[in-house]
């Protein structure tokens, strides 16, 4: 017999299975990536493609592929590097749209992506939309309060949420993205104003903030739920650091990773699929800063 299925209720879609941190600046400005298996476990240092650079962002698109993108290498960048399913890097896309720096990435939609917000030597929140073939747009003028350091996460299976950063000080608004990719006007925020935070979806349809400096090094998270509501402080496990970032991973699982606590970390904290923060484990690959990450697969 085939099961019954309540009307009106659905479980929360599976996502990725893996996911991938890349660049960054530890020792060096790097390009080097490390994946992350569907159990969690972060594999050695993959020897880098395209141009080494940090401050860039990540996110998913298609489904099942991921892109990274901007940064600083020298100078600011704009070039994007397509990661396939199989979680392999591709050489650098000519940059379309306004180079930046400390900007922040989520996909949106169920099969595409957006960058958003950034440094362009003065802050700003334009956005940029990526097609589910991995094509990146021209700018979307800004909206909501200009500011990088700002993290972005997707909830609601196919919608996005950019949150914190730094306006000038530490900041703890948010903006919502609808499933077309739409930015909305700020959200007064919840929790403690931060920047430098890490993200990732969780549970199919939820996500998780955490990690951060707001005036000190933090390790307090806030959930997002599947309405795309932030709930206030949790107390804060692993170690205390900021330039965090996460990716989804196991379908419904999260993981934090890397960042700058009183020296270059390679950490990394994983996230249940109930959005509950498990203690540090310990590095694997080059401990760095600045990177960026997204899932795959």
Do not use: H
Request: charged residues 10%.
């Amino acid at each position: 017999m085939f099961p019954i299925i309540p009307a009106n209720s659905a479980a929360a879609s599976s996502g990725n299975q893996e996911g991938i941190f890349g660049y960054g600046y530890g020792v060096a400005i790097s390009a080097i990536t490390n994946l992350v298996s569907n159990t969690g476990v972060v594999a050695a240092d993959t020897a880098g493609v395209g141009t080494p650079r940090y401050e860039l962002a990540g996110c998913e698109y298609g489904g099942d592929k991921g892109i990274f993108g901007f940064g600083i290498s020298g100078s600011v960048r704009g070039m994007t590097n397509l990661v396939s399913n199989a979680g392999v890097v591709a050489s650098d896309v000519a940059a379309v749209g306004t180079a930046r720096n400390g900007l922040a990435a989520t996909e949106y939609g169920e099969d595409k992506g957006i960058f958003g917000f950034g440094d362009t030597g003065s802050y700003t929140a334009v956005t940029n939309l990526v097609s589910n073939a991995g094509v990146v747009a021209s700018d979307v003028a800004g909206v909501g309060t200009a500011r990088k350091y700002s993290a972005a996460c997707g909830y609601g299976e196919d919608k996005g949420i950019f949150g914190f950063g730094w306006t000038g000080s530490a900041a703890s608004m948010t903006n919502l993205v609808s499933n077309a990719g739409v930015v909305a006007s700020d959200v007064a925020g919840v929790g403690t104003a931060r920047y430098a935070v890490g993200a990732c979806e969780y549970d199919g349809d939820k996500g998780i903030f955490g990690y951060g400096n707001s005036g000190s090094l933090t390790a307090v998270t806030n959930l997002v739920s599947n309405a795309g509501v932030v709930a206030s402080d949790v107390a804060g496990v692993g170690t205390v650091r900021s330039y965090v970032q996460g990716c989804e991973y196991g379908g419904d699982k999260g993981i934090f990773g890397y960042g700058q606590s009183l020296s270059t970390t390679f950490l990394t904290n994983l996230v249940s699929n109930a959005g509950v923060v498990a203690s540090d484990v310990a590095g694997v690959g080059t401990a760095r800063t600045y990177y960026a990450a997204c899932s795959f697969n």
